[in-house]
């Protein structure tokens, strides 16, 4: 099948893990009956959501600030 320019070529990324992390690793991939990959894509992506909603989170919680939209208690 011909490579076309809507489609998007995964990227191959190289990770090391103590052996205590890849026995954490094993053992949440034996409890959820998939593999490695989908445990660590799903950590990642995870991860990759928290620290996007936090950081706009704050951001939009300066610009209030700046702007004097918050509430003074005293």
Not at 50 to 59: G, I, L, R
Request: some cysteine.
């Amino acid at each position: 099948m011909p490579f076309s320019e809507t489609q998007t070529q995964a990227q191959v990324v190289s990770i090391r893990f103590s052996p205590d992390m890849l026995a954490r690793l094993d053992e949440a991939t034996a409890c959820r009956g998939c593999s490695r990959t989908e445990i660590i894509k799903d950590a990642v992506s995870g991860y990759l959501d928290n620290f996007f909603w936090f950081e706009k989170a704050v951001s939009q919680g300066l610009d209030d600030l700046r702007a004097d939209r918050v509430a003074h208690i005293k």
